[in-house]
């Protein structure tokens, strides 16, 4: 199908509508590390209080995912994006006028509901309301939304953190906000983005692929008749999305367990799962704790140098995905990436003894993060929103997405173990995990650059055919 038969103008804004979440999604979950340490101070927190404070979101999130698949099945893809767009926004305000720690905590937890629900529903809508051709590019735009809310959350807690004034009274809730209990400024900051969220996903229609598996044909081809302009290609579009579903309207869980259905949940998984192991948010959340390690005298300037590189190899992804291939972006991406954890286990191993200065260890953490943006961090959510059946495409992602939090959780919480056990061994271990990741790419994942949904779709059902 060319691009000249879609209406693109009109898509892209239904992309960048759903990309809205991951914005929310970045912004949700960078915004805390303003905070712990106020609130830490405020509430007398020890350390185990600290890390749950700091966790409780993340116990959200895995509930968030479990239930996004199913939400996204029964109610549709839209009126889930409402759902999360709610939370978040109950979340944030919640968050700046609670009274208790354990108050604050629920509401983060509300705000992880948020986060769990959009990370697969909003990749997911994107994929099923883009042209082939187009559609890695679209869904690339997700990853790259979750990378300006980190931006973004820095920022609001930098302009919160510069106006504060030991000497201004705080006695109005606004006053204690931007003020002596500024944490609560930067969590409700979220409150703008999540209503916007919520604004403006009205405006957009429901998943053509959604109405479909539905029986509403009517509402599908009217969706459709905005996306394409060809009348033969809506009928077409229908048509082999009518066809895929061999008569089953409504997907189940056993479906999952179908042999090439199967096959694909379990690669969707690994994947999801070996991404964390290979040290993508081990680098971005710890990046001043492994900087100051290294002997580094600024390392909040060097954390500020991986976000630049993180976003803005995100919006080099975002043109090539489409040209390159997933396969490709992959294989190269992956490759550095070894190559970078390898020189900076061997900086941490033997440095002084070979001489290698801080520049040495700057370049090949740089070069890592901008080896890992280009290919996993841009590809993932791509893969797992397109690689499964329209039926139960809701229910295999929310899998794969609580397989990539698990990751999430683990690596968060082993990271510092191992910096503590052995700062080289660490990024050797992050290296050895990149080469399971490879082998899957290549022996079980097809290439889905430029095919249809139903195309990606019959592949996995031709595997299970075999077996």
Same mark, same amino acid.
């Given at each position: 199908?060319?691009?000249?038969?879609?209406?693109?103008?009109?898509?892209?804004?239904?992309?960048?509508?759903?990309?809205?979440?991951?914005?929310?999604?970045?912004?949700?979950?960078?915004?805390?590390?303003?905070?712990?340490?106020?609130?830490?101070?405020?509430?007398?927190?020890?350390?185990?209080?600290?890390?749950?404070?700091?966790?409780?979101?993340?116990?959200?999130?895995?509930?968030?995912?479990?239930?996004?698949?199913?939400?996204?099945?029964?109610?549709?893809?839209?009126?889930?994006?409402?759902?999360?767009?709610?939370?978040?926004?109950?979340?944030?305000?919640?968050?700046?006028?609670?009274?208790?720690?354990?108050?604050?905590?629920?509401?983060?937890?509300?705000?992880?509901?948020?986060?769990?629900?959009?990370?697969?529903?909003?990749?997911?809508?994107?994929?099923?309301?883009?042209?082939?051709?187009?559609?890695?590019?679209?869904?690339?735009?997700?990853?790259?939304?979750?990378?300006?809310?980190?931006?973004?959350?820095?920022?609001?807690?930098?302009?919160?953190?510069?106006?504060?004034?030991?000497?201004?009274?705080?006695?109005?809730?606004?006053?204690?906000?931007?003020?002596?209990?500024?944490?609560?400024?930067?969590?409700?900051?979220?409150?703008?983005?999540?209503?916007?969220?919520?604004?403006?996903?009205?405006?957009?229609?429901?998943?053509?692929?959604?109405?479909?598996?539905?029986?509403?044909?009517?509402?599908?081809?009217?969706?459709?008749?905005?996306?394409?302009?060809?009348?033969?290609?809506?009928?077409?579009?229908?048509?082999?999305?009518?066809?895929?579903?061999?008569?089953?309207?409504?997907?189940?869980?056993?479906?999952?367990?179908?042999?090439?259905?199967?096959?694909?949940?379990?690669?969707?998984?690994?994947?999801?799962?070996?991404?964390?192991?290979?040290?993508?948010?081990?680098?971005?959340?710890?990046?001043?704790?492994?900087?100051?390690?290294?002997?580094?005298?600024?390392?909040?300037?060097?954390?500020?140098?991986?976000?630049?590189?993180?976003?803005?190899?995100?919006?080099?992804?975002?043109?090539?995905?489409?040209?390159?291939?997933?396969?490709?972006?992959?294989?190269?991406?992956? %490759?550095? $990436?070894?190559?970078?954890? !390898?020189?900076?286990?061997?900086?941490?191993? #033997? =440095?002084? *003894? /070979?001489?290698? @200065?801080?520049?040495?260890?700057?370049?090949?953490?740089?070069?890592?993060?901008?080896?890992?943006?280009?290919?996993?961090?841009?590809?993932?959510?791509?893969?797992? %929103?397109? $690689?499964?059946?329209?039926? !139960?495409?809701?229910?295999?992602?929310?899998? #794969? =997405?609580? *397989? /990539?939090?698990? @990751?999430?959780?683990?690596?968060?919480?082993?990271?510092?173990?191992?910096?503590?056990?052995?700062?080289?061994?660490?990024?050797?271990?992050?290296?050895?995990?990149?080469?399971?990741?490879?082998?899957?790419?290549?022996?079980?994942?097809?290439?889905?650059?430029?095919?249809?949904?139903?195309?990606?779709?019959?592949?996995?059902?031709?595997?299970?055919?075999?077996?």
């Amino acid at each position: 199908m060319k691009n000249s038969e879609s209406k693109i103008g009109y898509v892209i804004f239904m992309a960048a509508v759903a990309a809205l979440g991951g914005i929310l999604f970045g912004y949700d979950t960078a915004v805390i590390s303003g905070t712990t340490a106020l609130v830490r101070n405020q509430f007398a927190l020890n350390d185990l209080s600290e890390g749950w404070y700091v966790g409780c979101a993340l116990v959200g999130s895995i509930c968030g995912v479990l239930a996004a698949g199913w939400l996204s099945d029964y109610l549709g893809r839209k009126l889930t994006m409402l759902i999360s767009a709610a939370l978040f926004s109950i979340s944030a305000i919640g968050c700046a006028v609670c009274g208790s720690f354990n108050g604050l905590v629920a509401y983060r937890i509300i705000g992880g509901v948020g986060i769990g629900i959009v990370s697969i529903v909003s990749p997911i809508y994107i994929s099923e309301v883009s042209p082939a051709k187009v559609r890695g590019t679209l869904v690339s735009l997700y990853q790259l939304a979750v990378t300006v809310g980190f931006l973004l959350a820095y920022l609001a807690n930098w302009a919160i953190d510069a106006g504060i004034s030991a000497d201004a009274p705080s006695l109005t809730l606004w006053e204690r906000m931007f003020n002596s209990e500024a944490w609560r400024g930067m969590l409700g900051s979220e409150t703008v983005p999540a209503l916007l969220f919520f604004l403006v996903i009205f405006f957009i229609p429901e998943s053509p692929r959604w109405l479909i598996i539905k029986g509403r044909y009517d509402k599908a081809s009217n969706v459709l008749s905005r996306i394409y302009k060809d009348s033969n290609t809506v009928n077409q579009q229908i048509a082999l999305t009518r066809d895929s579903e061999t008569g089953q309207q409504d997907g189940h869980w056993k479906d999952l367990l179908k042999p090439g259905i199967l096959i694909a949940v379990i690669a969707g998984s690994a994947i999801a799962i070996l991404g964390q192991f290979m040290g993508v948010n081990a680098v971005l959340y710890y990046g001043p704790k492994i900087f100051a390690e290294a002997g580094f005298e600024n390392p909040m300037f060097s954390t500020v140098l991986v976000g630049i590189v993180n976003m803005a190899t995100t919006i080099l992804a975002v043109f090539i995905i489409d040209r390159v291939g997933r396969k490709n972006l992959i294989y190269w991406g992956v %490759s550095g $990436m070894i190559v970078c954890l !390898v020189a900076i286990g061997t900086y941490f191993a #033997a =440095g002084e *003894a /070979l001489g290698l @200065g801080n520049g040495f260890m700057l370049a090949f953490f740089l070069g890592y993060v901008f080896c890992c943006a280009i290919s996993i961090s841009a590809i993932v959510f791509v893969l797992l %929103s397109e $690689m499964y059946p329209n039926s !139960v495409r809701g229910r295999a992602m929310s899998i #794969a =997405g609580f *397989a /990539l939090w698990i @990751g999430t959780y683990l690596i968060g919480q082993l990271t510092p173990v191992l910096l503590g056990w052995s700062q080289s061994g660490t990024f050797f271990i992050f290296a050895v995990m990149c080469i399971p990741y490879m082998l899957i790419m290549w022996k079980i994942i097809p290439e889905t650059t430029g095919k249809t949904l139903e195309e990606i779709e019959d592949y996995w059902n031709k595997i299970g055919n075999k077996r």
